[in-house]
């Protein structure tokens, strides 16, 4: 049933907060005529009531909220925007839209300073009037979610004919058509995530005015939520990366916290197979340089996702939030479109239980993850992963794997290549066949990642490699599906992390007669050769990798320039290649030990 709002005059006052000029907070009560009646959207009234205890508890908290109301501040001067396209998209203007909204509302509802409603108002009648939203649904569901929440967190601010309006829009312009689902509800990637939240949220914020529209659609979303989040099975490897995993996954936090706020629960959305796991991979993802396991269509730069902020605090593991803690004292990710979300969701609790040095998990996209410290900036990381090509936002990556010691990267992901640089150019982007310009891309092939090719030739975009676990600390990835069929009988590669080195081993049985192995790593060191041990540098730290094979050469290939016109350039990025030819019988090894140079 919708919230009433007779029953939420009870609750609660909520109290303002006025920033100081040293960024502490200090309280002023509402009075009773300012008092928030509609229903409360994502974040509770003691979020936004604890907020300044909170902030003067926790120093980082502190300077998270103090920089989020100071942009809100500056960007007043910004014009409102406009329907403008993008490569044929308006998805920039929509997430900008969040941004701004969120930010002006949250910045308001703490400070109670009128000049940020009148432009949180501004910016959202002006999205309201386009002439039309977004056509491309994704686009579609981001635009709603914006207006969603700042039309809730606002709501008893704006007058009766803003919230028409604004109300008018949401319903005319975006939930109506999902009143009964939309084919992007049963998506198996991302876009079910997306999408099913974003209008969930807009159905909820006009629910006690469109109570049966409200419902069909929170019916129709019911049906098909867990069809997307059967992508964290069976223990949280999200397989589109963990950019996406911030992405997907931050939309289903929205919509458990969304539905939280109303009589019915969260329909166990939290307790899907894998998904609280998928923190822990999220986590472990990001080394100690602070940058991602960049695998499929992910970058190696931190975000600050609301979501890990939320599950840190669901799961009471105020540790999933350590990389974070940094990037708040570095001033980095502050600008998140949902990062009002993520000061009001900060967990009060600190320290709490340290994560395991390991994480490995199966699913679409199998990996394991190790490091030899959570403290230690100069600890050794190593990361690995199987699967590749046919999945969603997938490379041909299967085995490739990335390396951190003291502090840097040695060995690399390219990691995506822009969406619009290549759907410019006429590149076949979302056809995963064999035949597709998609695979011509030189940061999606096999050729640029840090694994494995026979002649030259593409992975299999059919076959996926699959990994076990020998002991904690050692994996066996099966390479043999992700290889053309006849270039070899069996292809493994096995990790093994040890106190002092990483050791990889790999191992071809039936290749065949004549064919060209090729091993490589990308790397930003500089590289110098000796024999069978290649000796890398950079900032003054060096690394060794010694190879052991029969008939090997090593080499160097500088990839930093683009390979075709669509490529974009790889600044200072470098192969390390060995190439070897298999026995008379077909079979060739070859081991790689990295240590300290």
Known sequence: MPF???EFLAAMFPVATQLTGCGSLQLIAESPSTVQIHPPLLASESDWSSLPDRCKADPDLDRFNAALLARARTDIALPPLEHKLENGRLLGVSREFIRRSLQWAFAYRVTRERVFLDRARQEMLAVAAFSEWPEHYLELAETITGMAISYGWLFNDLSADDRAALRAAIVGKGIAQARYGHRAFRSTNNWSQVCIGGMVLGALAVEEDEPALAADLLAAARQGVFIGLNAYRPDGAYPEGPNYWSYGTSFTVLLAAALRGRKGGDWGLLDAPGFRRSAEFYTHSIGPSGKHFDF???????????AIVYLARELDQPALLTAKREMIRKQQGLSERFAPLSVLWWPTKTGGNPLPASFSAQGAQPLAIWRSSWSDPNAWWFAIKAGGAAH???HMDAGSFVLELDGL?????????????????????????ADSTRWQVFRLSAQAHNTLTLDSQPHSVRGMATLRMLAEREALIDLTPALLPGQATQATRRARFLDDAVQLDDELLGARAGSTVRWAMATEAEVR????????????????????GSAIQLGVLDISAPRQDFD???PNVRQLVVSGKPAADGSWKLSARFSRG
């Open 4 to 6: 009433k709002r007779r």
């Open 296 to 306: 499929a269509d992910s970058v190696e730069g931190q975000e600050l996702p609301c």
């Open 392 to 394: 969603s936002h997938a």
């Open 409 to 433: 990267r040695w060995a690399k992901d390219l990691g995506m290549q822009d969406y619009g640089s290549l759907e410019s150019r006429g590149i076949d982007l979302w056809n995963m066949k």
């Open 529 to 548: 050769v000796e024999g069978t041990t290649a000796f890398l540098t950079q900032q003054g730290k060096r690394l060794a990798v010694q190879f052991e």
């Open 568 to 570: 974009h350039p790889n």
